[in-house]
């Protein structure tokens, strides 16, 4: 299930946005989002947040891919709700 933060955050990014295609209602859209794993920054907690930095700071060894590979996952799962 997305993340509801997530999706209505979205919603309100939507809301208003030129060149929408027209009829389609804009939580389902939200929704398609959110589940291939686009994130409003602002819809992340702050537990989330620290979560992400904290595994990201872990990974052994700390080679710059391999932490920003870690970063982008966490945010992924995060805009899923798979975290």
């Keep these: 299930m997305a993340n ?6 979205l919603i309100q990014a939507l809301r208003g946005s030129p060149g929408l295609p027209a009829g389609i ?9 959110a589940e291939a794993g686009v994130l409003v920054p602002a819809a992340l907690t ?6 992400i930095g904290a595994d990201a700071a872990g990974t052994l060894p700390t080679e710059r891919t391999e932490i ?3 970063v982008r996952q966490g945010l992924e799962q995060i805009a ?3 975290r």
Excluded: F, S, T, W
């Design 25 to 33: 209602p804009l939580e389902v859209l939200a929704r398609h989002l």
């Design 68 to 70: 920003a590979l870690c």
């Design 80 to 82: 899923k709700g798979e």
């Design 46 to 51: 702050d537990d989330q947040a620290v979560a």
């Design 4 to 9: 509801k933060r997530n999706i209505a955050a």
